[in-house]
């Protein structure tokens, strides 16, 4: 029995990782769950799991779920701790009874508990890429110190550590990460200016929370990623590679040094990268819908246009630049995805505020994890001031 703490149960990781623990319960037990506020999902969940801890990062709405844990009958004789407070997240990161901690808090908010839970020795399945991004030398030296294994979940990075595995890493030439092209792919840069977020937000192949789905849609989704490759396998920027891939089945691939090229295949399903982290090196009769490839029929593989997509190579570009800039790229990228989500700002200004904000930054070595988060303040201060 593997007990999991799960970080950002009420998301769409949550929901998936929550999914797989009730199809397996003799191989999963949740024993601790984090959400930013409260909400009828998270009071489903703690009936449903019967957790040890629940942490919100909200102080009021942890205290509104003590009353309605007190109040409730179904909830009554639980015996639950709620906690709160970015404190509170950590000490449920950090459970002595978890045997793996699933990170899938959205966003810089994951930075802190996804760090300590690697300092606690708890392997990590991790879906949460923006601390990557933000402090990847940073995690993977306390992750090598301390042994810890980070197993990827994100669907690209399943897919090249899978095909990564029985190989030799010095054979590697280079990565390919496959990306959907996000529900704007064909629409032109003319066109680009007037789109709604309600339009942005149709993902063609992923049901995933708001800021990945626009992340999508920008491509900064493909440029975050290239950045949790490079520290998740250690390979250098101009080794990866990032390809249209519109039907969302190869998932990526690794290309060797004789010229073979290893992909893994499979629907777009996240149980499947996410039963894999949790249950490596076994796979799990998942019984999702056998992949056909006599129906999909064509596989299509075409450039990133970088005029429609300038935020994939912001994100090179600060790959590149290292120290703080990462950080920085995705600060601004947070603030602008908010601005653009509720209505202050126009969808070609996320790329624009990112832009301002990296050029008016002069990146700094980061040494340790407070340089990360000072770095994280200043380019949300920095892109919150261009706004207003
Ligand atoms: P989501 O928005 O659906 O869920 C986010 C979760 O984080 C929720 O439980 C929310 O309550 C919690 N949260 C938000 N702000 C918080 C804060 N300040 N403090 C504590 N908790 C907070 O997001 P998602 O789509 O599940 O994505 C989660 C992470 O996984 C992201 O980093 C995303 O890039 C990555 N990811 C997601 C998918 C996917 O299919 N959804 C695929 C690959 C990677
Ligand atoms: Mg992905």
Redesign the pocket.
Known sequence: MKKIVL??????????TLQLAADFPDRFQVVGL????NNDKLLLQIRRFRPQVVA??DEKAAERLRRQCRSRRDLKDLKIEILSGMEG?VRTATLDEADIVV?????S??LV?TFEAIRAKKPIAL????PLVMAGAIIQEEARRRGVAILP???EHSAIFQSLSGQRRGDVHRLILTASGGPLLDLPLAKRRTIKPAQALKHPT????????I?SATLM?KG?EVIEARWLFDIPPDRIDVVIHRQSIVHSMVEYRDGSVIAQMGIPD?RG?LAYALNYPERLPLGLPALDLTKVKALTFELPDHKKFPCLGYAYEALKTGGTMPAVLNAANEIAVAAYLSGRIGFLEIARLIRKTMDGHVPQAVKNLEDVLEADRWGRERAMKAIS
């Open positions: 970080l950002g149960s009420t998301g769409s990781i949550g929901a998936n984090t959400a930013g506020s919100l990062a997240l990170s899938a808090i959205v966003g908010a994951g508990p879906a949460n890429k923006e979940v994100d669907s992923w049901r995933m929370g708001t800021k990945i789905t992340d989704n975050l996240m990268p």
